[in-house]
C-alpha cells in the first residue's frame, strides 16, 4: 500500500459531460502529479502540483484543470469530456521537487466516456 | 517522436531463463531514468534507478547508454513474480515530472 488513495475508482460517463476525481496523498507528501494511462500505454502526464501551485504540464487541453489543496490532497478536473478520455487516471505523490523518479501512485480512477 | 519508446512484446519467457529489453529516449538532456514494474490493472511501482555505471539489485540489471540514448533491464533467473509490464521511465522535464514508455510486457511461462 503506497497511501495514496483515489476516488472514485470507476465512474462512466457520456460525451460532454464534466468529471471530477480526487487524490489523497501519501502522509508527509506535498507534491501531486495526475497522469493519464489509455489502455495499452504508458502513463502520460497531465500536471502536477506543488504546495498548491501548479508546476508543470503536460500536452493536455485546458479542459483538463486541476487543485491542490492545503493538506495537500488534489482533484483533477475534465469538462466536456470526449470518448478519447477513457482511460485510467493515476494520482501520484512525492516529497518535494527532488529528481529521485520514486512516486507513489494511488490504484487510480478507471473512466469511461460513452 | 515519442519521448519514451519500447517494444511492447509480449515477451514469452520460460521459466528460469533470461530476458532483456530496452527503450530509447528521444531529449538527450533528460536527467535521470527508471524502471517501473506494473502489475495487470495495478498502478506502477518504481523497481530501480538507472545509472550510467549500470547497476544490479538481485535478479536484476540496467544499464545506461547516454551516447545512443537506451536504457536497459535484464531479468535473470526469470521467476513467474515476474510477470508483469516493465515501464521505461524518464526524468526529461525534472521535477519528478516523468515520461514513460508504452512498457514491455513480460510473461514467464512454467
Known amino acids: 500500500e503506497t497511501g495514496v488513495t483515489q476516488s472514485p475508482t470507476h465512474l462512466i460517463k457520456t460525451r460532454g459531460q464534466q468529471v471530477t476525481l480526487r487524490c489523497s496523498s501519501q502522509s508527509g507528501h506535498n507534491t501531486v502529479s495526475w497522469y493519464q494511462q489509455a489502455l495499452g500505454q504508458g502513463p502520460q502526464f497531465i500536471f502536477q502540483y506543488y504546495r498548491e501551485e501548479e508546476n508543470g504540464r503536460g500536452n493536455f487541453p485546458p479542459r483538463f484543470s486541476g487543485l491542490q489543496f492545503p493538506n495537500y490532497s488534489s482533484e483533477l478536473n475534465v469538462n466536456a469530456l470526449e470518448l478519447d478520455d477513457s482511460a485510467l487516471y493515476l494520482c501520484?505523490?512525492?516529497?518535494?521537487?527532488?529528481?529521485?523518479?520514486?512516486?507513489?501512485f494511488g490504484e487510480g480512477s478507471r473512466l469511461t466516456v460513452l | 517522436r515519442k519521448e519514451v519508446e519500447q517494444d511492447p512484446g509480449p515477451f514469452n519467457v520460460p521459466e528460469g531463463a533470461t530476458v532483456a529489453f530496452n527503450c530509447t529516449y528521444s531529449n538527450s538532456a533528460s536527467q535521470s531514468f527508471f524502471w517501473y514494474r506494473q502489475d495487470c490493472r495495478k498502478e506502477p511501482k518504481l523497481l530501480m534507478s538507472v545509472y550510467s555505471s549500470g547497476n544490479e539489485d538481485g535478479r536484476f540489471t540496467a544499464q545506461l547508454n547516454r551516447a545512443s540514448q537506451y536504457i536497459s533491464l535484464l531479468i535473470r533467473d526469470s521467476k513467474l513474480s515476474d510477470s508483469a509490464t516493465y515501464l521505461c521511465?524518464?526524468?526529461?522535464?525534472?521535477?519528478?515530472?516523468?515520461?514513460f514508455g508504452k512498457g514491455n510486457q513480460v510473461v514467464v511461462i512454467p
Open positions: 521511465v524518464v526524468n526529461i522535464y525534472g521535477n519528478n515530472r516523468l515520461a
Open positions: 501520484a505523490s512525492s516529497l518535494g521537487l527532488a529528481n529521485t523518479g520514486e512516486l507513489f
